[in-house]
């Protein structure tokens, strides 16, 4: 992550069913992200708080980064008289995970819808490495993958089941 510096903090108001939203107009593909929850240290009620600490967006469709394991990571002082109950106030987002802002768009390119009414189509769910993963009749560095998923054998076989 090159220039990994907080910008800008932007206060999340809007709550509905329970699930706290905020839009971000101007966020673009490659942006970096990540929550600061504010409000009650007080673990003895359960509660802990800690805006010092960077959080992932749970709705992030990407995360970079990895995790720089280290003392400050941790919401509370570690080795503190106190163990677990005194707050730690470092600033833990120079190493921590971001979430990534991407573009969701799929171009489609010349694929067409298929001509078949919904009521004659089979919907047939697969676990795509279980299907695929010991299926001689696919070259091997396609077994276990989307690609066989895609391939001639495959293909034909999910043909035989209409």
Request: aromatic share 12%; with cysteine; net charge negative.
């Amino acid at each position: 992550m090159e220039d990994a510096k907080e910008y800008v903090r932007i206060p999340i108001k809007e709550c509905t069913d329970q699930v706290w939203h905020v839009f971000l107009p101007d966020a673009r593909p490659g942006q970096l992200c990540g929550f600061r929850v504010s409000g009650p240290y007080e673990p003895e009620r359960g509660l802990r708080f800690n805006s010092s600490k960077l959080l992932l967006d749970p709705y992030a469709k990407a995360i970079v980064g990895a995790v720089s394991w280290a003392d400050e990571m941790f919401g509370y002082v570690i080795g503190g008289e106190k163990e677990d109950l005194t707050q730690d106030l470092r600033d833990d987002a120079w190493g921590v995970p971001k979430s990534l802002v991407i573009d969701s768009g799929f171009d489609w390119q010349n694929d067409k819808r298929p001509a078949i009414p919904l009521h004659e189509s089979v919907i047939y769910e697969v676990h795509v490495k279980g299907f695929s993963k010991l299926w001689r009749d696919l070259p091997e560095q396609l077994r276990g993958t989307y690609a066989g998923l895609g391939s001639p054998p495959a293909i034909d076989y999910f043909k035989s089941l209409v």
